[in-house]
């Protein structure tokens, strides 16, 4: 790969500019999930290891270039001092100076980078500001990367620049599921709707063996083909659109498996009364809201076949029991062939990182991604500018 890592630069003595993504759930000014936060003290801690002083950078919330007072990032500083088991110094209006005073081994956090307005817009005063504070440029915020932002890419053209270690790991997890994966690949990408995730689609139908299109955007591409899907959840007007990832899938030697069974039901509440049909037997007042057994069964037989699994988007309403049993089988035998040895298995998506979980399954998987927008532009095959600075 063409970044280079921590183990590659000379961080002794070093100022290490640091892009975090620590952007954590708070209620009550308490950190409620700390996730993020235990996820990057490998990097600090490596930083300082070898010599060099970490100095974090972050957003926070969405404050619009503006000073908000309750998205200030002091309110983390609990919970990163303890995750990392010693103090940090916050720095509200940092200066080269106040930095260079500082001993070494402190870890420094810098103010929210979005309170002011040059960092959406990557102005490069404010990159070159950031530069100035720092020796060295290391970027771990993966869920950053997709936006080219002062502190996620401008700064990276002005010092050496390199990946943090959960930056690495994911983009190591990514590219052992597509970038360079070992074949059979098989996608399941499911979810609400095809309109989400054209693009998406069509990245995919060039660059898998096996494509399952699961959830609501199932029902799309069964209308496309001429069956009637009563009320479920289904975009018409997409049905061309449909008909053109089928054709440009057969092009590519790419099979697409769609429900082979449905289950329907006349309401969408838990354990409404729901039975399971052959895919053109929705009745006009029913909505498909789950993939049935012999669906699941089929992309069980897939999966055993394959040796790389990229997912994203759910197979039903897994919000809602029993709609979320084909999710949670296809989920389980994943994890199995996962544990197994098998498959290498890799997810992402904010629903679908939910289903794995309530599944009980998303420890078992090779890679989780969290990083949300950042995990389906690159599923979109789209180069994301926080890592091509890096390269
Ligand atoms: P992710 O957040 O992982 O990218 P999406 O947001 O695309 O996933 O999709 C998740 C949503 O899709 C869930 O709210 C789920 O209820 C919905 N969904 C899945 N299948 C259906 C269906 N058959 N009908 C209606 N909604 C569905
Ligand atoms: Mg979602």
Same mark, same amino acid.
């Given at each position: ?34 996730? &993020? ?109 997709? &936006? ?14 390199? +990946? ?18 070992? &074949? ?20 995919? +139908? ?89 669906? +699941? ?95």
């Amino acid at each position: 790969m063409a970044w280079k890592t921590l183990d590659d630069m000379d961080l002794s003595g070093k100022r290490v500019l640091t892009r975090v993504d620590i952007n954590v759930p708070v209620e009550d000014g308490r950190v409620t999930d700390a996730t &993020r936060i235990t996820r990057i003290v490998p990097t600090v801690q490596d930083i300082l290891a070898k010599g060099g002083t970490p100095i974090l950078l972050a957003h926070f919330g969405r404050p619009k270039g503006k000073y908000v007072p309750e998205m200030s990032l002091r309110v983390t500083l609990p919970a990163l001092e303890e995750a990392l088991g010693r103090p940090v110094t916050f720095i509200e209006k940092p200066s080269r100076d106040q930095i260079d005073a500082l001993p070494m081994e402190t870890v420094v956090l810098i103010e929210n980078t979005r309170f002011t307005e040059m960092e959406e817009k990557n102005d490069p005063m404010m990159a070159n500001f950031l530069a100035s504070l720092g020796d060295v440029y290391c970027n771990d915020a993966f869920s950053a990367a997709h &936006r080219a932002h002062a502190s996620t890419e401008g700064v990276a053209h002005l010092l050496p620049s390199c +990946v943090g270690r959960l930056m690495a790991e994911e983009l190591s997890a990514l590219d052992a599921a597509l970038g360079n994966p070992v &074949r059979p690949v098989v996608a399941v990408v499911g979810g609400a709707k095809v309109s989400t995730k054209l693009d998406l689609l069509g990245n995919l +139908v060039g660059k898998v063996d096996h494509l399952v299109i699961g959830g609501g955007m199932a029902n799309t591409f069964l209308a496309a083909q001429g069956v009637d899907v009563g009320k479920s959840l289904c975009e018409h007007d997409l049905a061309d659109t449909a008909r053109e990832i089928l054709s440009k899938a057969e092009a590519a030697g790419c099979e697409i498996i769609l429900p082979r069974d449905i289950v329907v039901a006349r309401e969408f509440k838990a354990d409404a009364d729901s039975e399971t049909l052959s895919p053109d037997a929705c009745p006009a007042d029913a909505m498909i809201l789950d993939a049935g057994p012999a669906t +699941v069964a089929y992309i069980e037989e897939v999966l055993k076949a394959a040796k790389t699994l990229i997912w994203n988007g759910p197979l039903g309403a897994f919000e809602i029991e029993p709609f979320d049993a084909a999710t949670n089988a296809a989920a389980r035998a994943a994890a199995a062939l996962t544990k197994a040895g098998s498959l290498t298995s890799v997810a992402g998506g904010g629903d679908t990182v939910a289903a794995l979980n309530q599944a009980g399954v998303a420890g078992d998987f090779t890679y989780i991604s969290t990083a949300g927008g950042a995990f389906l532009e690159w599923m979109e095959g789209k180069t994301l500018p926080g890592v091509a600075a890096l390269g």
